[in-house]
C-alpha cells in the first residue's frame, strides 16, 4: 500500500497506520503475556504502546519528511504532539489514579449498594511515560515510511 491511498494524504495514513499498530500490540500483549483476548482492547485508551502518541509523531514525522522541518507546519505539528504526549503521560494518567481510588473507596462504603452505581469510574486512561516513548517510536517508524 503506498501512503495516499487510503484517505489520498499520506500524513493521515502514516497517522491511522500508526494507531492501528499500536492498538494492534496492545492485543497481541494481552494475549501474550496476560493470556487473555479482549477485542475490546483494540479500541480502548491505556496500556502499552500509546496510541496516541503514535499517531501524533507518525503525522509529525510525515510532516517533517514530506515538507521539511523549518516549514511552520512541521513546528505546530512538534508543539501539538508535545501537547498531546504531555496530556496522555501526566493529566489522563492523573484522571485514571482517581477513578482507581474513587473507586475503592466506594467499594468500602457500607450504605452504598452495587446498584447505585451503573459502573465503576475508567482507571485507565492515561499512560507512563515508557508507555509514550515507546508509542512515539512507533510513531516515528512509521512517519519516516512517508
Known sequence: MRFGMLTTN??????LLAWFLAQLIKVIL???LLRKWEPSRFVSSGGMPSSHSSLVVACTTAIGKLYGVQEPLFALSVIMSAIVMYD???VRRSAGDTARLVNQLLAHVEKLTAEDFAEDLKEVMGHTPLQVLMGALLGLGVGLLA
Not at 10 to 15: K, N, Q, T, V, W
Open 88 to 90: 496522555a503521560c501526566n
Open 10 to 15: 499520506p500524513i493521515i495514513d502514516c497517522g
Open 30 to 32: 494481552d494475549v501474550a
